[in-house]
């Protein structure tokens, strides 16, 4: 059975090379018929690993190719995940599986709302890559969880992910990794960018990197997310020191002036503390700042 990939970004380019490179059909759908004829005309997707670059001809389409789909991998931006499954819901076959690899939390509840004909199933992962021009770069090896909310029954086409060498766990608790993550990213991304530094620059602040990890944790544990909020402070502390020469994604983002996926990260946060009447003081001043420091600088703020 063949396999869509819709999102040609980095990581879903990345799935789409390994599942070609193991002989699975893929087709990429691509956005509009320029960005077709354009990819057409660059022969396919090539993919750099280990400073190796080799071209894959992975099939593409528009969103309006009448083939049935049968096997997603929505690998867009969390703000854009809605939109493009809207685009193609028509084409989705009965009991089609969709694979969700959205950053934070909140799309991926929209779009299984969007399409209940299908099974979505949730992803989290921490691959690493990035757009070169026309080419993908494979930064760094990493892992990606799956798991269904409401079925943890294991889908069979988990023997592609094998064959192509993408690692992965099917996850019963993916809701827990996914609220793990969100606060991981809520504790390092936004300070990041407020104070403009590299990870390891909020060594310099670890009283408010602390109050967060504090608020972060007590609304994990409000959402029964009590494995999720164990010793989080000292995961926050560790990742910000094994990545301390990084810049974090949100940073990056705001740098290269894109839209950013706070409503889906620091925003969802603050959003579910609401829901609970939870007064969570430190992480919705966090919010504020943030969300005034993207209008300064011209960005969505949602």
Partial sequence: MSWHVLGAGSLGCLWAARLTRAGIAVQLILRDSSRLASYRRAGGLTLVEQGQARRYPVPG???????????????CKAYDAETAIAG?????????????????????AAVAALVPQARCIFASSTEGAFRDGARVVFAGQGHTWLGDPLDDRPPRWLVDLERSGIPHQWSPDILGRLWRKLALNCAINPLSVLYDCRNGGLSDHPEEVAALCTELAQLLRTCGQTAAALDLHAEVQRVIQATAANYSSMHQDVAQGRRTEIAYLLGHACATAQQHRLALPHLEALHARLLEYLRAHGLPSH
């Fill in 61 to 75: 389409q528009t969103a309006d190719d009448p083939q049935p789909i049968r096997r997603l991998l929505l690998a």
């Fill in 88 to 108: 193609i819901a028509a084409r989705l076959a009965p009991g089609a599986e969709l694979v969700l690899l959205q950053n934070g939390l909140g799309s991926q």
